[in-house]
């Protein structure tokens, strides 16, 4: 069985090797077939218009080699490409990681690409003036033009045509490598579109003017009505090509960048762009992906942060930088803390005791983010929660009675728990405590002191739940009718008696 799946995926990589050969050589064979076609539709307008020795380019027997070299070369520019992607294609295809080496060839094949199309425009060249010994002098220069104008037609178009097959595996190949591809900047792209698209056929044009109306090579008489006709219509479809070319070289790339933000907006902060080149393109997609890896360690610290501080300390101090200097708020503070928890760590394994904290403190954290308060602390086996900071909530002591009571419910359900509940409200400092370089969030006042207080008081109660009077004054009446009051009891480290109260039900 897993010789028949290893054969199978062999095959499947085969199929996908073989469709993107066909592709690439396919886009190269284009460009070169229109690019030579382009260029003998020129030259053909020019016949008639090249006197004495020139005019051996326009024989029959130069037409006929011309179209033969231009078959040839077209074969054999998708031959010799689809030989030049092979080695990428066999890792690519696979999915596995190219060494140093694989990484460098992919690397370079627009490059490769480039130079083959020039190769093979000056072997036919160079054929092209060897069939006509009797005018090499004559044939070279026109010929040499011809190569420049129709090599550099080539290579941009193959550019344009093959991108798409390459750039995935180039951008595979460029992952997490120095020596990306080397691709001109914006404006460098702009320039050479300019030069190639209306510069020189612009001045092709003005020179058979200025050549007809001087006399010089193209006879005063002579016609020419029909060559600037076709050079214009070759520089328009050459400035088309060429204008796609950079056009799409640019926006693929850009429109790549707006699709991820897009992604990032929408809170998948793991997307990402391949960067496949050097250029103020390769830097915008470096750049975007190094902006996500900041907001993913960002989100990530801010998520460790917030399991420590609560989430609203921490989207408060990310909101507002790292000082959350502080300020007074009116809050609700309820102190909880374990009955027995030493003797419960002597008679029973550490595991189990584990265990026990656990269920009490996700009670505990459960219920307080139920009404919106946060976890200030864990003390040991206490714990203290504040309502109504950072953050201002309505009703902040109703909130911290009403969660009270609910865990008073909760916890008693729970084996081997036993504890004490102190509620208290008031005036409290809420802010970081500490040195710039390590800040706690905390709450400090008398509500705190208090509340502690009367946790340990609860311990010893009946109901295990015990609030202030200053937390009931602060409540709305529906929470007050379930308190019932207790008396008075002088808490340690006060002089005056705190009036207390009990709730009458749990919910």
Known sequence: MAGAGTSTDAQAHRRVAAKLSVQYARGLA???????????????????????????????????????????????????????????????????????????????????????????????AAIFVLVNPQAIVTSAVPTGLAVFFGASATVATALLLTQRTIRPIVAAAARDAEDLV??????????????????????????????????WIIPRTAAIDIPILVLSLVAVLVGLRGMVLVSRSISDPVHEVVAAMAEVEQGRIDSSVHVYERSEIGRLQSGFNRMVSGLKERDHLRDLFGRYVGDDVARRAVEEGASLSGDVRDAGILFIDLVGSTELAAHHPPEEVAGVLNDFFRSVVAAVDQRHGLINKFQGDAALAVFGAPLAIAGAASAALATARALGGQLRRLPLVDFGIGVSAGPVFAGNIGAENRYEYTVIGDAVNEAARLADLAKTSDRRILCSDAALARADAAERRHWASCGSIVVRGRSQATHIAAPTDNE
């Open 30 to 124: 284009l460009a070169h077939f229109v690019s030579v076609t382009e260029l003998l539709v020129a030259v053909l307008a020019l016949s008639g218009h090249a006197p004495g020795a020139t005019h051996v380019h326009f024989t029959e027997k130069n037409t006929i080699t011309a179209v033969v070299l231009a078959v040839l070369g077209t074969i054999a520019v998708a031959l010799a490409g689809v030989v030049s992607l092979a080695p990428s294609l066999r890792w690519f295809v696979s999915g596995r990681e190219p060494d140093s080496n694989e990484r460098r060839t992919a690397c370079k094949l627009s490059r490769r690409q480039s130079a083959i199309i020039a190769a093979t425009w000056v072997v036919g």
């Open 182 to 215: 080397r691709y001109p900047g914006v404006l460098a792209r702009l320039i050479n579109m300019w030069l190639l698209c209306s510069a020189i056929p612009t001045m092709a044009i003005a020179a058979l003017i200025l050549m007809r109306a001087n006399g």
